[in-house]
T-cell receptor, first 115, second 113 residues
Framework: NAGVTQTPKFQVLKTGQSMTLQCAQDMNHEYMSWYRQDPGMGLRLIHYSVGAGITDQGEVPNGYNVSRSTTEDFPLRLLSAAPSQTSVYFC??????????????FGPGTRLTVT | TQLLEQSPQFLSIQEGENLTVYCNSSSVFSSLQWYRQEPGEGPVLLVTVVTGGEVKKLKRLTFQFGDARKDSSLHITAAQPGDTGLYLCAGMNSGGSNYKLTFGKGTLLTVNP
């Protein structure tokens, strides 16, 4: 299994450009999430999905869209890039051990710079 | 918003020393996880603790969940350079079907040879 894969690994955008960060998992996990990681801020949840066709907002959703048409794929779209979206983006997939615990498997990340 | 405070934020020690990292909150969590992240990579899950007072050991790492399920600690015995990394705790909200994890800001550990 490849686990969670993310593309691209690095990306530079100009302010106002749009782009899609790709995320795929081959573990048949039901749950998928997008996080951003900024220095001194830890990991913050952007959007998440509890199954195909179902998405919801996390802590910092503004400026981002997601969709989940298949179990495997969970792309993150930046609608109009801003310098404040410069960050490292991580996609994660998860399954439920029980009703109380969801262990997350993270991708290698996409480092995005917006100039 | 539930917050997780990690301390210390930075820790630099010599090989062979022991250390403890703390993760504290005023909120109750149904479960708590610890991750380690190395530069340029995504976090990797180390352990999940679910029961108040639970202690789990992973080789030289000992994880404890507080009795009230509001705090946790990670103790490393005889640290090695390979333990270097960012240690993150993450809590799952208590009750309901809330899947979202809340992450602490992390403890950056450097173990010098």
């Amino acid at each position: 299994n490849a686990g969670v894969t993310q593309t691209p690994k690095f990306q530079v955008l100009k302010t106002g450009q749009s782009m899609t960060l790709q995320c795929a998992q081959d573990m048949n996990h039901e749950y998928m999430s997008w996080y951003r990681q900024d220095p001194g801020m830890g990991l913050r949840l952007i959007h998440y999905s509890v199954g195909a066709g179902i998405t919801d907002q996390g802590e910092v959703p503004n400026g981002y869209n997601v969709s989940r048409s298949t179990t495997e794929d969970f792309p993150l779209r930046l609608l109009s890039a801003a310098p404040s979206q410069t960050s490292v983006y991580f996609c994660a997939s998860s399954y439920s051990l029980s009703g109380w615990s969801y262990e997350q498997y993270f991708g290698p990340g996409t480092r995005l710079t917006v100039t | 918003t539930q917050l997780l405070e990690q301390s210390p934020q930075f820790l630099s020690i010599q090989e062979g020393e022991n250390l403890t990292v703390y993760c504290n909150s005023s909120s109750v969590f149904s479960s708590l996880q610890w991750y380690r992240q190395e530069p340029g990579e995504g976090p990797v899950l180390l352990v999940t603790v679910v029961t108040g007072g639970e202690v789990k050991k992973l080789k030289r790492l000992t994880f404890q969940f507080g009795d009230a399920r509001k705090d946790s600690s990670l103790h490393i015995t005889a640290a090695q350079p390979g333990d270097t990394g960012l240690y993150l705790c993450a809590g799952m909200n208590s009750g309901g079907s809330n899947y979202k994890l809340t992450f602490g800001k992390g403890t950056l550990l450097t173990v010098n040879p």
